[in-house]
Every structure is written in C-alpha cells, then in structure tokens.
C-alpha cells in the first residue's frame, strides 16, 4: 500500500482576526456613543442647576425687596417664573423669619430670608432644587 501523504493547508485564521477587530471596534464605537451622550447630559443639568441659582437668587432678592418695602416678612406661598425668560417655570418657595432686637435704645430689624427654587418632579431624573439663604437688617439711624 503507498500512502500520499497531501499537506493540508489551514485556512480561517485571517477570518478569526476579522471577527475579533469587528468586535472590539463595534465595543470602543458603542463606549463613545455612551460618553458623548453622558457628556450631553452633563452639561443639560449643569446649565439646569445654573438656572435653578438664579430662580432662587431672584426669589430671595425680590424677598427683600418686599421685606423693606413693607417692614415685614412676604407671604411663604410658592410662586411660580412667568414666561419669557431663562428661568421659565421654575417653582420658587421663599420663608421669612423676622426678629427685632435692640441695641442702646436702637431697634434693628433683621429678616433671615429663605428662597428654595425647583424644577421637576422629585425623584425622577429632571428634578433640579437649588437654596439660598440670607440675613439682612435694617440700617441704625
């Protein structure tokens, strides 16, 4: 009996290489989709925060405003942004505590003012709450 003996050539080995380099290439493209979108999101609720600060600053500022005006705390109902601004439909809770004191027959009156601006349910993923807090006094004669 006389045997031939043939080599056999492997093949498949490129193809191997291929699937794999598709792969790995296919996980870096889904990675950078997921940053770029956490990036996004980031920078969404950053600008958001940014927006509830000044809500809350304007409700504390328009706080004293109504302090001095009419020597006496402003109501502590909620109110909300008008339209037409950056800070649109922001919820806006401001608290006042009033206190008298006398200093060498001086009365001075000192409100401790708290504004705490919202957006969006709490909770959930959109919900931004910013708080400011302040004390202002009437000036000594």
């Given amino acids: 009996m006389n045997r031939v003996f043939r080599r056999i050539r492997q093949a498949g080995f490129t193809l191997v290489t291929a699937l794999f380099l598709l792969v790995v290439v296919a996980l870096l493209s889904v990675y950078m989709i997921n940053f770029s979108a956490v990036q996004h999101t ?5 600008l958001q925060g940014a927006r509830a600060m000044q809500a ?11 302090a001095f005006d009419a020597n006496a705390c402003p109501g502590s109902t909620p109110f909300t942004t008008g339209t037409g601004g950056q ?6 809770q401001l608290s006042c505590v009033r206190t ?11 409100y401790q003012l708290t504004s705490q601006a919202s957006i ?22």
């Fill in 87 to 92: 800070i649109d439909n922001f919820t806006i």
């Fill in 120 to 141: 969006g349910t709490f909770g959930s993923l959109d919900y931004i709450f910013r708080s400011l807090q302040a004390t202002v006094s009437n000036q000594p004669p």
């Fill in 42 to 46: 980031t920078l969404v609720y950053g």
């Fill in 56 to 66: 809350a600053h304007a409700g504390l500022e328009w706080g004293i405003y109504q």
């Fill in 100 to 110: 008298t004191h006398i200093e060498a027959a001086t009365t001075i009156i000192t």
